[in-house]
């Protein structure tokens, strides 16, 4: 399938629907008892488009198969050869996964990992712009770890480790969703001084964790010594820094965030310097949120690339 066809034009403005759906306000979220009545018709229009989504990529799929398209293992698999070729333990995994498993899994793909990272990128950029030292520095390290005429790697990440604590910190500041999926609570729990009835919906926000006083000091302001010479990290073992999530429903992609990231935002500053356009300052960039399908800039980072002195 051509995501640039007309297919793939009508699969992005689905995955769009569903993110205007499941980010707009619903009065069933305070109010359970309309739930069913779906008032603002959100969960009609969300599971619509969402289907609209599994029928495209299934199409996809279909036709894969039909002219026996699979990925030679000399070259090298796609994520889609990995899927048809996954074999399990059977017990707490299936031994194979079925069509329908893997349309799925890959219709997830899409529906979450497309603006949370350029969405992330974005808000990277708009830090590094607003400091040209930490520009500077993550220049320079990149330039001496990786060199000039060669491409960054993922072998070359942890390598990295001013750029990796630029990620680090921009990701706490400006996480690409501000509350985690929602849990349920299981039963009636006590949590401090509150008690939280059976069948509540928790939402954990990241968003509010990556700014509190009590875990980071001069939580507003963007500081790269925070996450370096420490092993700080956002994985999921260190709670003060969960733009992932934690646990058993960690966000399942983000191993190759991790990779993504590093590698567009190190190609950038590798490739390009980077300048603001005319009559902009670092201190005038605007920095205000707004919440669509990611917590994204209001006003789009708009900078101008010019070939780095330094690449080839």
């Not at 031994?95 to 990277?124: A, C, H, Y």
């Not at 603001?276 to 209001?298: A, R």
Request: aromatic share 8%; net charge negative; proline share 6%.
């Amino acid at each position: 399938m051509d995501l640039k066809s007309a297919i793939g034009n009508e699969l992005y403005q689905h995955l769009e629907e569903i993110g205007l759906a499941i980010t707009k306000p619903n009065v069933a979220d305070f109010l359970p008892w309309f739930r069913n009545l779906d008032p603002q018709n959100l969960a009609s229009r969300t599971k619509k488009a969402i289907h609209a989504c599994v029928n495209i990529i299934d199409g996809f799929v279909k036709e894969r198969r039909s002219k026996g398209v699979f990925g030679n293992k000399n070259e090298g698999q796609d994520y889609w050869d990995l899927l048809m070729d996954f074999e399990g333990n059977g017990k707490d995994e299936p031994r194979k996964l079925s069509d329908g498993q893997i349309n799925w899994i890959i219709s997830e793909m899409f529906i979450t990992g497309i603006d949370t990272l350029t969405t992330s990128v974005e808000w990277i950029m708009t830090e590094v712009i607003r400091k040209p030292e930490v520009m500077r520095k993550a220049k320079d390290e990149i330039s001496q770890v990786v060199g000039n005429n060669k491409k960054i790697e993922e072998s070359d990440i942890e390598s990295l480790p001013y750029l990796g604590a630029v990620i680090k910190e921009a990701l706490r500041l400006h996480p690409p969703a501000p509350f985690l999926i929602p849990r349920t609570t299981i039963e009636d729990t006590e949590f401090m001084v509150y008690i939280i009835p059976k069948d509540t919906a928790v939402l954990v926000n990241v968003w509010g964790i990556g700014r509190d006083p009590a875990l980071w000091d001069d939580p507003f302001s963007f500081n790269l010594e925070r996450f370096l010479g420490n092993t700080t990290d956002y994985r999921g073992k260190h709670f003060g820094l969960l733009p992932f999530g934690a646990g058993r429903r960690i966000c399942p992609g983000i191993s190759m965030s991790h990779q993504i990231l590093h590698i567009v935002v190190g190609s950038l500053l590798q490739s390009f310097d980077w300048t603001l356009e005319y009559g902009v300052t670092p201190e005038s960039i605007d920095l205000n949120e707004k919440l669509e399908t990611t917590l994204q800039k209001s006003t789009p980072l708009r900078i101008i690339p010019r070939a780095s002195a330094l690449a080839t």
